[in-house]
């Protein structure tokens, strides 16, 4: 599969780090998944998304966890819930492992 980017695209995309501070169900959603609370620093605060993770994680295991996310996606409705940022992760089926740093960083610093 080969779809190249320029490095002008990917620098568009705004990837930054951010800490979860709010995990709570999401029983609207169509699919299993949390609402969260991500902090991502005093430059952009701090955003809604809503996250497929259920499989994998607790709401009490998520609360403290650095996860990487796009920030600069438009916000998106997802039932009743308006999504700000989009919050990544590996795909297996229907297992979604969080992308986020070894090691704490400082809130809001971007991905490159």
């Known amino acids: 599969m080969t779809n190249d980017l320029t490095w002008a695209d990917f620098e568009k995309?705004?990837?930054r780090v951010?800490?979860?501070i709010e995990a709570n169900d999401f029983?609207?959603?169509r699919n299993?998944?949390?609402q969260l609370l991500v902090d991502f620093g005093n430059e952009i605060g701090q955003r809604k998304t809503s996250a497929q993770i259920?499989?994998?994680y607790s709401k009490e295991e998520l609360i403290g966890?650095?996860?990487v996310a796009v920030v600069n996606f438009p916000k998106k409705q997802i039932a009743n819930f308006m999504s700000e940022c989009l919050v990544l992760g590996a795909?297996?089926?229907k297992n979604v492992t969080?992308?986020?740093p070894d090691m704490k960083v400082e809130n809001g610093l971007r991905i490159l």
């Open 27 to 29: 029983p609207e959603a």
């Open 54 to 56: 259920t499989s994998l």
């Open 32 to 34: 299993p998944s949390y």
């Open 98 to 100: 969080l992308l986020r």
């Open 91 to 93: 795909v297996e089926g």
């Open 65 to 67: 966890k650095q996860v």
């Open 18 to 20: 951010g800490t979860i």
């Open 13 to 15: 995309v705004e990837m």
